[in-house]
């Protein structure tokens, strides 16, 4: 699945995600109102609401990007209702050519992480026949529980040709608490990196591995010795705009190829219609809004890796 | 809830939780058939034989049980119907009077935390209107992103008096090669466990916190050392039964109290009919089995603790 995200990368020329993350405030008004007048003000009528945002938001970028990057929790938080516009969101995205990358952050061990690798990227057997319980193409992955956690994972995305992004040092403030402990004198976030290395060497495609790793856009002198580290891993790379990660930055998280990282935004895409700079275009205008600040941050980041 | 939960293990004498992890070659062949038969073999086939599958163990031990622990990876490997019927056996559960104890493992950051807490143990806001997603007592939570992965739930948990259990120390064999690290001389665990206790601190019941901890039953020497740095921290123990964990290594897991630990068992006491001492009761008994394997289980755990 790692070949088919770089050829989508390449054909794009956009190593950018759109994240998914839909927050009830930034949905427009009147998509709200339309959902509530149809279902009420029901985890149903939430779940309509997301659904309308997002197809908007889909139908709008889909041909200036290779992938999407749904958070489910946005959706488990409405319960059943939620999760079915999760599904039915990764079914219209992979509909229209996208890559589809579950921000789902499971990890357990065993037979437990099995389940969560069959249910989001296998099928399950039930009696003679085999199903889809939901349907991404690379989940992301806790990797606290050690090897146990994640190799139920690698075999999935071996038999199904899938891939997985591990959780190494995240975008978030306090990720410092136990990612950057010293261990014999090196953070642990670069032991866990070591250990992507060693899983992803089982599961490579022609030239990354199936095996990439989540490394934040907050912290790009990490993200420079990472870089390094992990010569054959993507990076998909949270953190860009909102949270603070600046594009001059990134630049180190990509290899010489060009290629390499794959760089996360959500607010800055879908609810770009809050901000000034596209304020122009209005709430009934959000989806545009959001093309336009696609097309922005491809810019940004490709001059960025032009002058790198 | 943490009150609660203590309030019930007294009542019931029995200091242990009910893992309903089922698996599909543990639900015996007449309630899949019965299922497949209505509903073919399908996800939602599946699933009722699972509801059916549980609902028939609660019946036959909730008399006995503070609590259960159904593990939610075992459903959502089958998808929104499998995630239907994770719901109604948190329900259904509840109804006995049981304390539902979510093993979900979610960690995020921030607001994609708080969804995560808003669905599984508080109500999310819809429009006017709040619900529930999901509708579990305890969560499980992974502590890797650090503070702002965790506070979220405890910030929810301090609203709708709800509580968590956060991964410390996991009993898998790879459990080691990140939570064993040492830093500064002392395991990682331990700088995560002392994190609970400050978490935990802001969310105190009358003598334990509502934020409790995992530690398997596997690391009893680990297990004694933690006891004590965490002296109003309830642990959550698995790894009792099929995983290893044997009853007289779990005693230093409680406090001078007789309380601080609930003892988990899942394919031990759901799978009890497969086990050669439990065979007599065959397939159509399985519930039976199960009783009779939580009446042992209460037995080796107390005896144990009264030979401390």
Redesign the interface.
Known sequence: MINTLIKKIQETNAPIVVGL?P??NYIPKYI?EKA?AEYG???K??AEAIWEYNKGIIDATYDLIPAVKP?I??Y?????E???AF?RTCEYAKSKGLVVIGDI?????????T??A???LGQ??????K????SEDFVTV????????VKPFVDVCKEEDKGIFV?VK??????????D????GRP?YE??AE?VVEWGNECMGDKYSNVGCVVGATYPEMGKVLRKLMPNTYILVPGYGAQGGKAEDLVHYFNEDGLGAIVNSSRGIIAAYKQEKYAEFGEERYAEASRQAVIDMIEDINSALANK
Chains 1, 2 share one sequence.
């Open positions: 993350d927050m009830m709200q509530f003000e029901t985890l009528g939430a958070q929790a946005m488990e938080q409405f319960g059943i939620g999760l079915i599904e952050k499971r990890g357990d061990i065993g037979s437990t992480s389940a969560y069959v249910g989001h399950v057997q039930v009696g003679s026949k199903y889809s319980g939901f806790n990797p606290y529980l050690g090897t146990d956690g959780l995240t975008s978030n403030p306090s990720s410092g608490e136990f990612q402990q010293l261990v014999d642990l032991l866990v250990k």
